[in-house]
T-cell receptor, first 110, second 113 residues
Framework: AQRVTQPEKLLSVFKGAPVELKCNYS??????LFWYVQYSRQRLQLLLR??SRESIKGFTADLNKGETSFHLKKPFAQEEDSAMYYC????????????FGKGTKLTVNP | NAGVTQTPKFQVLKTGQSMTLQCAQD?????MSWYRQDPGMGLRLIHY???????DQGEVPNGYNVSRSTTEDFPLRLLSAAPSQTSVYFC????????????FGDGTRLSIL
């Protein structure tokens, strides 16, 4: 079965420091990977997906099939990045349900 | 264009009571899903639907029923509320398959006493 692991429940960094939120997955095929974010008092929203290969709000994520990882990175964290981040996997084809990790709460301190 | 609308936002129930959480979307999305969010557990899929008249179970379906009579609406019913169902419930929709971006509602915070 597919599994998504986010090893850090909590992550705290200072403003301006680099940040990396880790995501590892278990799936034998070619998955599609996503990062969703939930800011305080806001609804969950898509941050980025690996097939887009784009940078959103300064965040990037590269799919590493060899290491089965999809880590989220930002070179200089901002206070407004404080949020709950979820990594999610969609099995190849998209017909099977989305699998979410347990989430990482990022706090960016001033 | 409201997107995904969930009602109510908050609800307190007594053990054994039943209720329906409403979810409506105005984007003509085929796929709709219900998740529950619990501390340390992430988002877990309860039920989902790939179109009107079609529903299926997710990871944690016990104690919940769904129906999909229209494309727009996907209500979640708690048959006999239990304290273990205290959670935040999110409805989501997407066009096409699960590998398309999910659009989430604001959530319903449900407490079972």
């Amino acid at each position: 079965a597919q599994r998504v692991t986010q090893p850090e429940k909590l992550l705290s960094v200072f403003k301006g420091a680099p940040v990396e939120l880790k995501c590892n997955y278990s799936y034998s095929g070619s998955p599609e990977l996503f990062w969703y974010v939930q800011y305080s008092r806001q609804r969950l929203q898509l941050l980025l997906r690996h097939i887009s290969r784009e940078s959103i709000k300064g965040f990037t994520a590269d799919l590493n099939k060899g290491e089965t990882s999809f880590h989220l990175k930002k070179p200089f964290a901002q206070e407004e990045d404080s949020a709950m981040y979820y990594c999610a996997l969609s099995p190849q084809g998209g017909s099977e349900k989305l699998v979410f990790g347990k989430g990482t709460k990022l706090t960016v301190n001033p | 264009n409201a997107g995904v609308t969930q009602t109510p936002k908050f609800q307190v129930l007594k053990t054994g009571q039943s209720m329906t959480l409403q979810c409506a979307q105005d984007m003509n999305h085929e796929y709709m899903s219900w998740y529950r969010q619990d501390p340390g557990m992430g988002l877990r899929l309860i039920h989902y639907s790939v179109g009107a008249g079609i529903t299926d179970q997710g990871e944690v379906p016990n104690g919940y029923n769904v129906s999909r009579s229209t494309t727009e609406d996907f209500p979640l019913r708690l048959l006999s509320a239990a304290p273990s169902q205290t959670s935040v419930y999110f409805c989501a929709s997407s066009s096409g398959a699960f590998n398309q971006p999910q659009h989430f509602g604001d959530g319903t915070r449900l407490s079972i006493l």
